[in-house]
Every structure is written in C-alpha cells, then in structure tokens.
C-alpha cells in the first residue's frame, strides 16, 4: 500500500476509471478500453466486493468462475494471514504482532472490503503507540475516503490526524496532511483554504500516493486563480520556481495563468476553454465544473472593469475576442448576482464602473454593528433591573 515516490496508490488509479468509465463525454473506445481496465485491476487486486457492486449496477458482466475464483484467494490469504497472526501472539514480540494485524489491514484494503478495513485498522491502532505509526494509519483510512469520496469520513480522519499532532508527530507527515486536506477541502468547494493548504506544500510535496506532482500544481494554479488577489498570485504562482519547472507539461496552464496576469484577455479565454475538458474528466472537479467556470469568468472580467470608469460594450468584447452580445449576456447575469460593481447603458454602449468605496462600507459595518451592541445591552439592562 506505501506507494513508491512518483507512484500513485492503485486503488485511486481504479477510482479515476471507474469515474470516466461513467462519464458522458468519454467515446466509446475508450470506455471499452477503460472497461478491461477495470476488470484486470479488480480480478488481479480479487476486489470481490467492489466487482459484485460493479455487475448490479450493468458496469461489468458477472463470471460465476471468476468470482468463485476471488473468493477462494480471499479465503486462502486470510488463513495464512490468521496463521501469521497467531504465530506472531504466541511466539514474537509486540512489533511483530503489529506488523501482522497490519498486513490483515492492508489485505482489507487492497480487495476494497472497506467495513472488514476499518475493523481491522482499530485492532491495529490498538497495537500501535509510535504517533508516527498512528498517522500512517490514518493515511490509509484517507485513502479508503478518497477512493469513494466519502467526506465524512475523510472529514473525521483529517480531525484524528489533527489531534494525533497534538501529541507529537513529524513534519514530513504533517506536511503530506496538508495535502490531503486541501484535496479535500477543494473537492467540497472550499477552494480559498485548499489554494492556501497547497501552496504551504509545494517545495515539500511528498504525497505521490494521492497524485502525481503535475496534477498537484494543476489544482494549486486552479484554485490559487480564483481566490488570490493579483499581487498575491504573482508572489505565490506566476513566480514561483516549483510551479514553473512543471507547468510547461500540463496543456494549456501556462497559457491560462499568464495570459490573466498579463490581460492577454483573448489568449485567457482561449486557454481557458482547453482547460475546460481537463476540469470536467477530474473526479474530485468535475462537480465543481460550472461553479468554477462562473468564478474564473468573475475573477477575468472584474480585473478587465478595474482599469475603467468606463468603456464600451464594443472595445471590451474585442478584447475578449468575443461578440457584444454574448459580453452583454454574460456582465447582465453577474451584475445582476452582485458579482459585478458596473452598470450597463444599453443605448449608449458603455458599461459604467461603481466599485464600493472600501472606507465607506467598512463606516456602514461599524454603525450596523454598534447599533445591534446597544440593542443588545439595552436588552440585558431591562432584564437586570427586572
């Protein structure tokens, strides 16, 4: 299960095409291919479990053969598993024990019994007292989380691990929890504290059972584009070393980046839509997709609006090499939102700026706030002299 440096864990390879082998903009082709990819994965892995869910829900065609054939492994492995348990109680040391209620976790694991898993990772944490080890065991349980999105309890095993910090624990995992808890955070829409988890993790990056380094930047440009401020995506994206050495291989982001950062607001928007497949063939974005593409649009238009008071419906969709009607379309929708601090004058062709005066907003907080104190002590002081 301890996945090699630059190998992700297999059982989130097999999410990844169980997940396109659903999707419907995968071809044909390629879902036939994905099908016997999956099939070879699972027999070879005897995911029993996992393949019987598969042929009731028509994904697979159910082999009597085969499955009696899983079981009989499953059962064979788990006799000598039990063999090895009783011989390390009777005979070895308490690490030995460990080790082999371990190894009965990891077999759980790999075969995708995730109930038989947890049960067995709980009679492991009971033989551990190294914090180190606690969190490793932890990590697994996070894998098992990440592999059908489970977030209640990736969310409870973020928390343990948390606590388990507390008593100890070294940097390198806690650096690899960030990672983990950005993917999680970002898979629930809470992009602001996922682009902060992984740019903290980017010249430490050691999570390689998750996902490769390419697609780790690819979620730190993403999320990091939609929730910095132009000066902080500067300092902590466009310059930074680690992602510049890497972007270069991921098709249109380094385009999609630095075409925003320099306005190139045409090359932006072409950029963008080639990134649009990637974004929707991501598991962990895929939900996320028109919610994404309504932030990055916002984050585009509102840095092409703040170099004006005003400009023209016309000079602002030749700069996105668009027409004035879809511009029209789209600038009504956000304005209408509050997404957008313009006006549109139809007649004219202008659109107007009305950027909120910072100062004031912050005097309109304080005034709010202080009248609902007073309230509030007027409340308490009639229930003192009551």
């Not at 970002?186 to 380094?213: C, V």
């Not at 992602?243 to 075409?259: A, Q």
């Not at 909120?356 to 009639?382: C, E, H, M, V, W």
């Amino acid at each position: 299960m301890d996945a090699e440096e630059g190998t992700q864990q297999p059982q989130l390879v097999l999410a990844h095409k169980l997940f396109l082998l659903t999707h419907a903009d995968v071809n044909d082709l390629d879902k036939v291919r994905l099908r016997e990819e999956v099939l070879e994965s699972v027999v070879s892995n005897d995911m029993v479990p996992l393949y019987e869910t598969l042929v009731a829900n028509g994904v697979l065609t159910v082999d009597q053969n085969v499955l009696d054939a899983m079981r009989a492994k499953i059962a064979d492995e788990l006799k000598k598993l039990d063999e090895k348990i009783a011989d390390a109680e009777e005979n070895l040391g308490e690490s030995e024990v460990r080790e082999a209620h371990l190894a009965k976790s990891l077999f759980y694991i790999r075969i995708g019994d995730k109930e038989k898993a947890h049960e067995q990772l709980k009679v492991t944490e009971g033989k551990t007292v190294a914090v180190g080890q606690k969190m490793d065991l932890v990590f697994y349980t996070l894998q098992m989380g990440f592999f059908d999105l489970d977030f209640d309890l990736i969310s409870k095993s973020i928390d343990k691990a948390k606590k388990l910090f507390e008593e100890g624990g070294d940097w390198e995992r806690k650096n690899r929890l960030k990672v983990y808890e950005g993917l999680f955070c970002m898979s629930t829409r809470n992009f602001k504290k996922a682009a902060d988890l992984f740019l903290d993790s980017i010249s430490t990056f050691t999570t390689y059972e998750i996902f490769p380094y390419d697609t780790f930047i690819f979620y730190t440009v993403l999320t990091s584009i939609i929730t910095l401020d132009r000066v902080s995506l500067k300092q902590k994206v466009v310059d930074a070393p680690e992602i510049l050495t890497v972007i270069g291989k991921i098709p249109y982001l380094s385009e999609f980046m630095n075409s925003l950062y320099e306005c190139q607001y045409k090359s932006f928007f072409s950029a963008f839509a080639g990134l649009t497949e990637h974004i929707k063939l991501d598991r962990y974005l895929q939900p996320h997709f028109r919610y994404f593409m309504r932030e990055v649009r916002i984050v585009v238009y509102s840095q092409f609006l703040e170099s004006y008071k005003s400009v023209t419906i016309e000079a602002m969709a030749k700069a996105f090499g668009v027409s004035e009607d879809f511009i029209d379309l789209e600038l009504s929708r956000f304005i209408a939102a509050g997404k957008l601090h313009c006006k549109i004058d139809k007649v004219a062709g202008v659109l107007e700026t009305n950027r909120p005066d910072a100062k004031n907003a912050l005097y309109q907080a304080t005034i709010k706030q202080g009248d609902f104190l007073l309230n509030r002590i007027q409340k308490l002081s009639r229930v003192i002299d009551l």
